[in-house]
């Protein structure tokens, strides 16, 4: 059986089923039967690296989507992708390296962006001012003053935006996050998040000709410029701040965002952050080993573990949360799932999503099953004007969590924020950090 269709008799048994009837069930079923011209949209998909690629399977999978355009700099990523979309819908996109060309044309009515973290907001910001509706891969900005605009853009252009941080669309894990906010574990003050792997040094990048498959001027796009070298694409540019957000905006963002719609908060007061590049001498500028501290309104507390050299994580689990109410604790871990154990530790309550293929999340992303609701959920948004799961300017707030973060570390100072706007208090060098430098004449502007 083909991908394609293995991928519509999931959608069809999930709606059947009532997967996901708290959250993403509704979504799954109103996807069927929308596959009229009228109803269609024709999306684009920009950086297929990675999981652009995963996004591209999403895309090309769900009826009403079809994908029209492949966008990407590397030459052997648009052939691997057009190739597999082409064999999930039936019809062929068409490839274009620029996508800056895609975004002039009447026939997208909508883009997936999953470029390094660098051209996120400046890419999502120029496709919304061309009338494009964005489904933004996490982070979602590489600075503070990114997340700002890009939120900027999306009222000012009145379009509809989406975080790709796709847990809250997974129907367990909404149902937990309910439970939590609902007060089945009792008030709940204090939560512990974590992510661990075990990345290989990358080594010292040497000075090497461009490949030729590669435009090396466009992947740099917005970020100031730099000779290539052996050790930065496609993956390795993860530790380096001039294109990205370390371990932190790669990971941390998924577990905070959990954390922050189930204390029910916005912004902290007080960040701190303790860590460093501790297991490897190389070119990776970002802290492989990090835990960053946040304090919010009303007493509540939230703690990011960040392990990028030992995949022995809090619980034996490479991911999670945990949230600790005075009646017990809720874990939340890598999958659709979650347990509730009572006051004295013992296990009282164990969910699953029923029938749902227990697919390994990994750097492409938790599987179609998982990331096929959230995608809906966003053409729906289009569609209908659904509420979106993950709306940009709530998206943000988790994403901002993370730079305020990193700028604590990357400062070595206690980061004092306005709990309404996020914005850094009376700390000059933590304030030069909010925004950054750019490539002349690639400023973001809305």
Aim: neutral net charge; glycine residues 10%.
């Amino acid at each position: 059986m083909s991908d394609l269709m293995n991928r519509r008799r999931f959608l069809q048994q999930a709606a059947a089923a009532g997967v996901g009837m708290g959250l993403a069930g509704p979504f799954l079923m109103k996807a069927r039967g929308q596959g009229a011209p009228s109803q269609r949209i024709r999306v684009a998909m920009i950086g297929v690296n990675g999981r652009g690629t995963a996004l591209s399977n999403v895309f090309s999978g769900i009826e009403g989507s079809e994908i029209a355009y492949v966008c990407d700099v590397d030459e052997r990523a648009m052939a691997k992708v057009i190739k597999s979309v082409t064999a999930n819908q039936g019809t062929a996109p068409r490839g274009e390296k620029d996508f800056r060309r895609v975004l002039e044309r009447d026939d997208v009515d909508a883009v997936v962006i999953a470029m390094p973290d660098h051209w996120h907001a400046p890419a999502a910001i120029m496709a919304m001012a061309a009338g494009k509706h964005v489904y933004l891969e996490k982070p979602g900005s590489h600075n503070p003053r990114e997340a700002e605009l890009v939120v900027a853009a999306t009222r000012k252009y009145n379009r509809v935006c989406q975080l790709g941080n796709q847990r809250p669309s997974w129907p367990k894990v909404a149902e937990a996050i309910e439970l939590v906010r609902s007060g089945a574990i009792g008030d709940v003050r204090y939560v512990r998040c974590w992510y661990a792997n075990r990345r290989d040094p990358i080594g010292n990048g040497k000075h090497v000709p461009v490949p030729e498959w590669l435009d090396w001027e466009l992947w740099q796009g917005p970020a100031p410029r730099e000779d290539f070298r052996d050790n930065i694409v496609h993956y390795n540019w993860h530790w380096f701040w001039n294109w990205a957000t370390g371990e932190a905006g790669n990971n941390a963002v998924h577990a905070l965002d959990l954390a922050r719609r189930g204390l029910n908060v916005d912004y902290p007061t007080r960040v701190t952050s303790l860590g460093g590049r501790l297991y490897h001498e190389d070119d990776w500028e970002a802290m492989d080993t990090q835990i960053i501290n946040y304090e919010f309104p009303d007493k509540k507390m939230v703690i990011w573990e960040g392990q990028s050299c030992n995949r022995f994580g809090a619980l034996a689990d490479g991911f999670g949360a945990t949230f600790h109410g005075w009646e017990g604790t809720l874990h939340i871990p890598a999958g659709d799932t979650y347990t509730i154990y009572d006051e004295k530790g013992k296990e009282v309550r164990k969910a699953e999503a029923a029938g749902e293929p227990q697919q390994a999340v990994t750097t492409r992303g938790p599987g179609f099953a998982r990331d096929a609701p959230h995608g809906i959920n966003f053409l729906d948004g289009i569609r209908n004007g659904t509420p979106l799961i993950s709306e940009i300017e709530y998206g943000q707030k988790s994403t901002m969590m993370t730079h305020l973060g990193n700028i604590a570390q990357r400062t070595n100072t206690i980061v004092e924020c306005d709990p309404q706007t996020g914005r850094i208090l009376n700390n000059p060098a933590a304030q030069a950090l909010w925004g950054r430098e750019y490539q002349p004449g690639w400023e973001p502007k809305v």
